[in-house]
């Protein structure tokens, strides 16, 4: 027979997307939010993104190529990794940082685990932790907000604490329109990719409706923290915390969108999509509260990052035809 049919091995199902389109769609969600953050902060939150991901790309190649390994850097995650950690960071910190940072996220957190798809936790999350631990001031503390003339950079700049943190310390006692307002489209205090909210929600549907991520996880993050924050309140315990304005600020839309939903550091199963969600909620709303940092976004990633693999073990689904054990 001229004409044999030739049947490779399983799975059969194909599709056109591949590691490069999907990253290229992240990175695409993101250019809204990192956009906003070049209008609010100047263009040294733009150099600080360029370094930070011209630092991702060169340390995995130069890691891959002395390895003797594929060198994958078209793939466009060495990408992501940079220009996530720089929208970690304040618009005030040197220009050093991020390299370090994206020498820790690349080698340390992804290539000497395996590469893609073997981290652990995320990547830019784990930088942003190790540099929050190791250069707290530069790090943390006061950020750059704009001031009557509406633009970051320029020469009349103030700086000024995070919502969060004036939060923290009760020294935000009653929240006008204006201040929803300016949370929703970033005219806030905080690192360069998390203050413009409506940014962040455009790219975050962008790749729910892409179906990049799953909805799971980010819906069940932000409600988790809206009705704790609403409990708490009610309680008493908490009563100068706002659940809408605990949404619209600090680094919770970033996380929920585009680090919890990290494919590798997060749950396959819907269900254990789902307890990510809650799981991420619970320690940021705890942290925010009662801890004494003021942001629990990046932590409460990281902490669930180490339970995936419990959730996992524990929510796949039966194989069929199993037989129980008895």
Known sequence: MEN?????????????ETISTVMLDVVIALIPAAVMGV????MRALALMVISVVSAVVFEALYQKLTGKKVTVTDFSAVITGLLLAMNLPST????????????AIIIVKQLFGGLGQNFMNPALG?????????????????FVPTSSGVIGALDATTTATPLSQLSEGTIRTLTQQDYINALIGNVGGVIGETCAIALVIGGLYLIIRKVISWRIPVTYILTVFLLTWLFKLAGIAPNREPLYELLTGGLMLGAF??????????????????????CGVFTTLIRIFGGYPEGVSYSILLMNLCVPLIDRYTAPKIFGEVKKK
């Open 127 to 143: 930088a942003r932790a190790f540099l929050v631990a190791s250069y707290p001031t530069y790090m943390t503390g006061a950020a």
């Open 39 to 42: 209008v609010y902060f100047g």
């Open 258 to 279: 585009f680090m919890a939903t990290d494919y590798a550091s997060s749950p396959m199963t819907p269900v254990g999509q789902l307890i990510m969600g809650v799981g």
């Open 93 to 104: 910190a040197p220009f050093w940082v991020p390299v370090v940072g994206a020498f820790f």
């Open 4 to 16: 044999n049919l030739m049947v490779s091995s399983t799975p059969h199902i194909r599709s056109k």
